[in-house]
């Protein structure tokens, strides 16, 4: 479940610290879904649960590099560290252990993607600059085709072990 407090933290941010904690969250963001990348693969899980992390941690990389281009035009190289929620605080995202983690992870995967999601429409409320927050929508609207794909996935890896019904969302919309 999302963590109302540490998203209501980020929401008092002020831009130029807000984007430099997410900086550094994208790029943890990156890490864990390389590493649940190798996971998957390690563990022999479906294909399609590895490939979904490798995407997910490239488009992280991705957004991390975009990011921080920005914060470099817009407030100088040096990019300060910020004390605020860490992924694990704003999500309940855990390690991939067992192929019975992976309906769980994929879940927490999503929750990530919807906060990544929220924390760009932030960002896009906080600047003037109609290119920056062009861009910040734009990124944002990129985390909800990841929870598009995700909430896909276990669709259909539920469906496929039996476990659920096809079609439900898990999202909060």
Request: glycine share 8%; aromatic share 8%.
């Amino acid at each position: 479940m999302v963590d109302l407090e540490g998203m209501s933290f980020l929401e008092g941010l002020p831009m130029r610290e807000l984007l430099a904690h997410w900086i550094s969250l994208e790029g943890d963001k990156a890490l864990l879904y390389e590493k649940l990348a190798e996971k998957a693969r390690g563990m022999e899980i479906e294909g399609a649960v590895g490939d979904m992390f490798k995407l997910l941690g490239q488009e992280a990389r991705r957004h991390e590099k975009k990011l921080r281009a920005l914060y470099t035009r817009e407030f100088g190289v040096e990019i300060p560290a910020v004390n605020g929620p860490s992924l694990e605080e704003l999500s309940e995202i855990r390690e991939l252990e067992s192929e019975n983690d992976v309906f769980a992870v994929l879940k927490c995967a999503l929750e990530l993607e919807e906060v990544a999601e929220r924390v760009y429409s932030i960002l896009a409320g906080k600047i003037d600059d109609e290119t920056v927050r062009a861009i910040f929508s734009y990124l944002g609207s990129t985390e909800r085709l990841h929870e598009r794909a995700v909430e896909s996935l276990i669709g259909d890896y539920d469906y496929r072990s039996g476990v659920g019904k096809r079609g439900w969302r898990l999202s909060s919309r």
